[in-house]
């Protein structure tokens, strides 16, 4: 029996696909709508499932064309993030046959397909999963700089297997020794959800964080990009909390926070917290925000700020983070900027160890804010500065 799955999202496509071919099903995916049609025409599935909304074709047009074609009474399902009733009824007026929201099971999924289609004649008997097909797709840059003894393989592959809709981007800076050998391998078999970038030189964490999230910023499929530290100071369980935070809002960033409390593990040394504390006391001043933690190293962006953040190069490498906010500040207004960035305290993080912070590092990072602070002297949001001269007009 044969499926064709059409949706613009090939992170959605993928894990659909190898559970239904699981199943004993002959199953084709395709991300490009047009595609889509030529595949039906010449594939002739038994099931059409598709998505809804995809550019330059809907899903709806795919469903007319089915309706209109030869093979007019071909099955077909809806699984889409779509929850309109409008376009809802839309589908069934034109003759869909089920319509399943996103999140939704695999399982649940394979159910429907059953009951609609019959199952295979050589169906294969597999265990039930617990992955979930999601609304969003998610990209997640990992800088990397002599990681060989410390990168968590197991932990970064054995996430994606049980999350889908994420795509991995490890960003080797120059590194000294094997890692790049080490993502090369963790890639493998892996490459449709694991991206390797690889810097040939040394370029420090803002520029490898800065490069990697451009990269993934040219991928078309992801609704949301973020960065995390290698180490998992951060663990995943708590950057997918992050990501279902600026997916359910009206947020542009939201970042992860290290703030002590109770029912989070959340540890420090104790020279790291009294220097944090000075720190964060001199960044407040400079960004003019009432921010807990800049510089904890988990953060996702909705797409649209992507170039905002990242286009130029940060004056800084420790504390790109600051910039970040600043140019957010300088572009929207410190108070509309503030309310489009996030901070959600974290249930977990933990110094990892060969991760040190010296005295005279302390220094450094309080000289660099006071290079952001000097760089970034006197440039005004492009709002504020509008408004300027709409009051500077009427007054005339």
């Known amino acids: 029996m044969k499926i064709l799955a059409i949706d613009d999202q090939q992170l959605v496509l993928l894990p659909l696909q190898k559970r239904l071919i699981e199943l004993g099903y002959d199953v084709i995916i395709e991300t490009d709508a047009n595609e889509g049609i030529s595949k039906y025409n010449s594939f002739n599935p038994d099931l059409v499932i598709v998505d809804i909304n995809m550019p330059t074709v809907s899903g709806l047009d795919i469903v007319k064309y089915i309706r209109n074609s030869k093979r007019a009474s071909t099955p077909i399902m809806v699984l889409s993030g779509n929850t309109e009733d409008a376009v809802i009824t839309a589908g069934f007026d034109l003759g869909i046959n089920d319509y399943m929201k996103k999140p939704l099971s695999l399982n649940e999924i394979c159910a429907r397909v059953k009951r609609l289609i019959g199952s295979p004649e050589n169906q294969n008997v597999i265990t039930e999963t617990e992955v979930m097909i999601q609304q969003r797709c998610v990209g997640v840059v990992i800088p990397c700089y002599n990681e060989e003894d410390r990168l968590l393989s197991k932990e970064f592959t054995g996430f994606i297997e ?65 960065f995390l530290d290698a180490d998992l100071s951060t663990d995943l369980k708590d950057f997918d909390a992050l990501v279902s935070t600026i997916e359910k809002s009206n947020f542009k ?66 504390i790109f983070d600051v910039e970040i906010f600043k140019r957010m500040s300088i572009h929207y207004g410190t108070k509309r900027a503030t309310k489009l960035i996030c901070e959600q305290p974290l249930k977990r993080w933990i110094h990892a160890d060969g991760s040190k912070l010296s005295m005279k590092d302390s220094i450094k990072i309080i000289m660099q804010l006071g290079q952001i602070a000097w760089v970034y002297r006197g440039k005004k949001s492009l709002i504020d500065s509008n408004q300027v001269e709409l009051k500077l007009v009427h007054k005339s």
Do not use: P
């Open 253 to 318: 960033i939201v970042s992860g926070s290290r703030i002590s409390r109770m029912g989070a593990n959340i540890t420090k040394e104790s020279a790291r917290k009294i220097i944090s504390m000075t720190v964060n006391f001199i960044i407040r001043k400079i960004l003019g925000m009432n921010f807990k933690d800049t510089q904890c190293g988990a953060k996702i962006f909705s797409k649209d700020v992507i170039q905002l953040a990242f286009d130029k190069k940060f004056v800084t490498q420790w």
């Open 162 to 226: 049980k999350n889908s809709g994420y795509h991995l981007c490890f960003v080797n800076d120059g590194s000294k020794d094997n890692t790049l050998e080490v993502l090369n391998t963790l890639r493998h078999g892996r490459e449709d959800y694991i991206t390797v970038y690889n810097c040939e030189k040394n370029g420090g964490k803002a520029e490898a964080v800065r490069l990697g999230m451009l990269h993934m910023a040219e991928k078309s499929d992801l609704d949301y990009i973020g």
